[in-house]
């Protein structure tokens, strides 16, 4: 797996819901910010 070096980390607020993440795929994280938040799979 290729490292990935992240510019900009996202920083949420701790105390409310997260309004965005970076993008998982099959390779890993990706650098592409997703503006919703991340879907828990069960």
């Known amino acids: 797996m290729k490292p990935v070096i992240i510019e900009n980390p996202i920083n949420n607020w701790p105390f409310d819901e997260p309004t965005h993440h970076f993008r998982f795929d099959d390779q890993g994280?990706?650098?592409?910010?997703?503006?919703?938040?991340?879907?828990?799979?069960?």
């Open 29 to 42: 994280i990706s650098d592409e910010i997703v503006p919703t938040r991340r879907l828990i799979h069960e």
